[in-house]
């Protein structure tokens, strides 16, 4: 039998790729929260004499939040403290919800160019309700640590590809598994709605020049009847399924389909379905389409749904704006249409909310998006509540998250000032009762090379 020898260069090599994987593991355990935290009850903490900002009603100088089990359990001016609770003087300090980004990729993508191994944001195939990326999240994920302490505590992870993508979740940015940072495990479906540009007239001939050909009309078309096609065979599934549990013993077991079966909530109306559409045409034609099935829509993107917004007004409609920060999609629209989307949606009675629109990296920068609304227009306590309250609202989860009530999760940002501003500082984060360390995959880096000469 031979023996396999190792040469000098591959031990070497081996080395180096071990001591590589252990700093890794390192950096990234100083991301995650303590695993120790999450196998006792949360402590009882009062955070005493700050301005609470509660979005929900009128904030409260001088005033007390008392955080037990995991939740608030009083807000006031005149509190109790109950025995025993860690006390945070927050004497000129400020309190206010977590912020809520409803339109990310958190823990589905780490490093988006060069490591394939890392992105896994959507599967094969274009039908896929039944992929639920709650059980892909990666609660070790360096962008987690980096978004929550600038304040966001909770996000909607999207999946993305296909025309039906999957299911996306909503989740707190604290624990060691998806189970723990679960809020709503199956909280949206997310649709790409079909699209293709084109229309009557100047705007054919330009339409032929771009290469939008009545094929590509067709091939539209037809995929706009796949998808009604599948959301009316769901109906049709959860009704048979609904027969066979009242009568089984005469009426006969429906196959199996584990599509149709994820889909049935949303066929019904009963959970939101999340399109995705930017241009007028595409907003109005996905809009129609969930009349025409009664869902539950709710349009992510929205970069014209200004130019929409009595239609959406009308049917209810609520838009996750994602491209705050972007320049506008025609060439001719004014530079600050897209700045000034969210201040005419909220003058006309539209619902919505603020995102960044970005897998993981640049959540962090959430406040400056909803910042960029109200120095255009956006009244500042309707830009507060774009991040905070009315994702919650949208999303269906304001009974437990968005404002500061008792009876709420505590999710809790204390701060040295205004939460928008590019200057204020975070002293302090709550999730789900429990503090978190202000660190991060950056303030390590920061920590270690600032006194490097």
Known sequence: MKTRRFSSLNVTLLAAALCLLSSTARAQDTDRTDPSMTNTPPPTYVIRGAH???VSGAALDNATVVIEGGRISAVGANVTAP????????????????MIDAGTNMGLAEVESGAPGTIDTQELGDMNPNVAVFWAINPSSSHIAVTRVGGVTSVLSMPSGGTISGQAAFINLAGTSPREMAVAPQAALVVDFPRVGGGGGFAAFLAAQQGITQDALSQRDRRIDELRRIFRDAEAYGRAQDAYAKDPKSVPRPPTDLKLAALV??????????????????????VRFADELKLKPVII????AWKVAP????????????????????????YDSLFENAAKLQAAGVRFCISTGDSGAHVRDLPFHAGMAAAYGLPKAEALKAVTLYPAQILGVADRLGSIEQGKIANLVVTDGDLLEARTNIRHLFINGRQIPLTSRHTVLYDEFKDRK
Do not use: C, H, M
């Not at 909530?265 to 996905?286: Q, S, T």
């Open 265 to 286: 909530p949303y066929a019904r109306g009963e959970r939101p379905v999340v399109f995705r559409a930017e241009r007028e045409r595409d907003i109005r034609n996905a």
């Open 301 to 304: 993107g929205g970069s014209e």
């Open 52 to 54: 609470v900002v509660t």
């Open 311 to 334: 239609f959406l007004k009308e049917r209810n409609v609520p838009v996750i704006l994602d491209s705050v920060l972007n320049l506008p999609l025609r060439e001719d629209d004014p």
């Open 83 to 98: 025995a025993g609770a860690q006390t945070i003087d927050a004497s000129g300090l400020w309190v206010y919800p977590g």
